[in-house]
């Protein structure tokens, strides 16, 4: 059991280059969720799906496009990388519904650099 | 909307008590989580209250008061390695609380 997995973990990119980044969960969580954290400020939602082919927006959502045509994968796409895109990307997942854990598994993270 | 309210940074040395202190403001409250990360980790949940009171998980402890919008988080026994960042988090109503909102994170060095 890998929990959530991200594909690459480092990555330089030039302005205006595209990259997609893959996040995976084999603990068959119905959503998964893409953030960013710059220093020194807490985590910041880009997009997020409840499920299967589904997708929405969250805070920072310029910039980026997400797919996730299948359970396990959620990818995050960067069209034309910026240099405000530099951050680290972090994926994360969870079952949804009320319980005593409301715990969201992270992925080990994306560091990316845009020059 | 929501935000949340956490200090920026504490300090304490090892062995002893410290609190961190959250106050959110929400449109819609499901609960209180806090995460802990360090430096160059991902974050991990701790622990998650969504009724008034305490949540003890070892040497970890979660305080939640819903009329005041207001919650910490109770480290005991200090060790070096809870040198880390702890974040305060709440689900947003307007998703149907499908989203959690983290609060900018407080930064804990434990000194020997």
């Known amino acids: 059991n890998a929990g959530v997995t991200q594909t690459p973990k480092f990555r330089v990119l030039k302005t205006g280059q595209s990259m997609t980044l893959l996040c995976a969960q084999d603990?068959?969580?119905?959503?998964m969720y893409w953030y960013r954290q710059d220093p020194g400020m807490g985590l910041r939602l880009i997009h997020y799906?409840?499920?299967?082919?589904?997708?929405a927006k969250g805070e920072v959502p310029d910039g980026y496009n997400v797919s996730r045509l299948k359970k396990q994968n959620f990818l995050l796409g960067l069209e034309s990388a910026a240099p405000s895109q530099t951050s680290v990307y972090f994926c994360?997942?969870?079952?949804?519904?009320?319980?005593?854990?409301?715990?969201?598994?992270f992925g080990p993270g994306t560091r990316l650099t845009v020059t | 909307g929501q935000s949340l309210e956490q200090p920026s940074e504490v300090t304490a040395v090892e062995g002893a008590i410290v609190q961190i202190n959250c106050t959110y403001q929400?449109?819609?409250?499901?609960?209180l989580s806090w995460y802990q990360q360090h430096d160059g980790g991902a974050p991990t949940f701790l622990s998650y209250?969504?009724?008034?009171g305490l949540e003890e998980t070892g040497r970890f402890s979660s305080f939640l008061s819903r009329s005041d919008s207001y919650g910490y988080l109770l480290l005991q026994e200090l060790q070096m390695k809870d040198s880390a960042s702890y974040f305060c988090?709440?689900?947003?109503?307007?998703?149907?609380?499908?989203?959690?909102?983290f609060g900018t994170g407080t930064r804990l060095l434990v000194s020997p």
């Open positions: 994360a997942s969870r079952t949804p519904g009320q319980g005593a854990n409301d715990e969201q598994y």
């Open positions: 603990m068959n969580h119905e959503y």
């Open positions: 799906s409840v499920g299967e082919g589904t997708t």
């Open positions: 929400t449109s819609g409250f499901y609960g």
């Open positions: 209250n969504a009724l008034d």
């Open positions: 988090a709440v689900r947003a109503l307007n998703t149907g609380f499908q989203k959690l909102v």
